[in-house]
Structures are given as C-alpha cells and as structure tokens.
C-alpha cells in the first residue's frame, strides 16, 4: 500500500508576493475531494493517471501531465489509477494571470492543460522533475524554473496583514492605499475574483491549516474566534458552503491528509 506523504517547500525569496509555496503529494489514488484555495495552481503530475470530477457523481475527465488548476468556488474530485504522485506551485490569483493571461473560472469545467499555454516547454518541465532524484532536488528544479519565468517578477503584488484585516475588503482596501471601488477593479482586472471571495478562501485556508483542527481539546467556537468569524455557526456555515462538508467532518480527516484534500468513503 502506498503511503500518503505530503510536503511543502517555501517559495523563492525573489517570488514573495507571486509564489506562496510548493508542494508534493503521493498517496495510493483514492477517490477525493480537492478542497478551495485562494491561489491558483500548477500541477504536474510524476506519476499515475488522473481523473477528475465537478461532483462526486459527475461525468469523469482525464487529467493532462500537466495542468492550471485556478480557484475554485467548491470541492473538486479526483481519483488516479495506480499511485499518484504530483507535485505543484500555488500561485497568487494576480501572479498567475501574469504568467497565463485570464484563465476560466473554476466553476466545475476541467482545468486547463499547462501545454496550452506554455507548449512544449510544459514536457520539457515534468521530465526535469521526473528525472530528479528525491524530493529536494526536484524542489530546487521546481524553484529555479519558477524563477526564471519573466512574468512572475513582473506581477503586482498585493500585500496585506489578512489577519488584521478579519476577512474585511474595506479594510484591506484601507490598508493597501486604494478605495473600495478601486480594489475591487484591481482584483478583477489583475487577479479574476473579488476581494471578498480572496479574503474567504483565505480564511478557509488559514481554518485548514490550523493545527486546531486536528486537536481534540480544541472546539469550533475556539477556531471560529481565531479566525474571525462572528461565532460558530458562521463557520459552519462558510465550511459548508466552500467545502460540501461540516467543520466536525473534516476534523478526523486531516491528520495524514493535506488540509485541502479530504478522502470520501
């Protein structure tokens, strides 16, 4: 049986603000729900055939090698004959329409193929990284290639405190220097969404991603005030809605798992 194994590799210093992080995961390719996040992401696929779902009953797409997943507004599905092993770059909404142009929204069509935009530089990538031999070097391959793409040093960055600012675009906008009106252009013009849904799926990450989550002594009331919610029920109902599942649900599950994959039975 494989073993699951998740790892993540800080970005590139010199793509701070373009790059959050890369990552690698293997596991045995078991049917799961691939959870919103609020980056957009390159995936390459090392190993396994890959399918892909709107919904846990829908109509199956085969994966690429390689492709642009951008940011969802729900839970995506997958499964892979044989393991699966892949690893990926999560970009900054306004980093990868630099890098791509406009992408689709992620409203349940199939993502698009890296070729597509890149041609056959995105075989020339995914060999390099097969060819690596652990997860170090193929990190270092990943991170060099990355750096030497133009785009990504030439786009916007939009920094912010988001914990400071709670999930609030007109704090956000306060902070970063430009009125509500004029954010909300930013963003659609140089990212693809609103600040509100950034500020969101951001929120939900930061959820995931808490070791809280996982720990027994810790309560939703507990998460929900850290994160700014208004109470526990505000969470549950913003779990609900991004992920097709309870905060209570989701607890057991995240201990080998990514935070943004959850395994269905």
Same mark, same amino acid.
């Given at each position: 049986m494989v073993e699951t194994r998740f790892t993540t590799c800080p970005a590139p210093p010199a793509l701070a603000g373009a790059v959050a992080e890369l990552w690698t995961f293997e596991h045995d390719g078991r049917f799961g729900a691939g959870l919103p996040k609020p980056y957009v992401e390159l995936v390459v696929?090392?190993? =396994?055939?890959?399918?892909?779902?709107?919904?846990?009953?829908?109509?199956?797409?085969?994966?690429?090698?390689?492709?642009?997943?951008?940011?969802?507004?729900?839970?995506?599905?997958?499964?892979?004959?044989?393991?699966a092993h892949l690893i990926g770059a999560r970009l900054e909404p306004w980093a990868a329409v630099a890098m791509f142009g406009p992408l689709p929204r992620g409203n349940g069509t199939p993502p698009p193929r890296l070729a597509s935009f890149l041609g056959e530089e995105a075989e020339r990538l995914r060999a390099s990284l097969i060819d690596a031999g652990d997860d170090e070097e193929r990190f270092a391959r990943f991170s060099a290639w990355l750096e030497a793409q133009p785009a990504l040093h030439r786009a916007s960055r939009i920094r912010s405190d988001r914990q400071a600012t709670r999930g609030n675009a007109t704090a956000l906008a306060r902070e970063v220097g430009l009125s509500p009106r004029s954010l909300r252009r930013r963003f659609a013009t140089e990212a693809g969404l609103s600040p509100k849904q950034w500020l969101?799926?951001?929120? %939900?990450?930061?959820? %995931?991603?808490?070791?809280?989550?996982?720990?027994?002594?810790?309560?939703?009331?507990?998460?929900?005030?850290?994160?700014?919610?208004?109470?526990?029920?505000?969470?549950?109902?913003?779990?609900?809605?991004?992920? =097709?599942?309870?905060?209570?649900? %989701?607890?057991?599950?995240?201990?080998?798992?990514?935070?943004?994959?959850?395994?269905?039975?």
């Open positions: 696929s090392l190993a =396994g055939t890959h399918w892909w779902r709107a919904r846990p009953d829908g109509a199956e797409h085969r994966y690429a090698d390689s492709w642009v997943t951008p940011i969802q507004d729900g839970p995506r599905y997958a499964r892979s004959m044989g393991r969101k799926l951001h929120r %939900l990450d930061a959820v %995931l991603r808490d070791p809280g989550l996982t720990d027994p002594e810790a309560t939703l009331a507990d998460l929900a005030y850290a994160h700014g919610y208004a109470d526990q029920a505000h969470l549950a109902r913003e779990m609900a809605r991004l992920t =097709g599942s309870t905060a209570g649900a %989701l607890r057991p599950t995240r201990a080998k798992s990514p935070p943004h994959f959850r395994p269905q039975d």
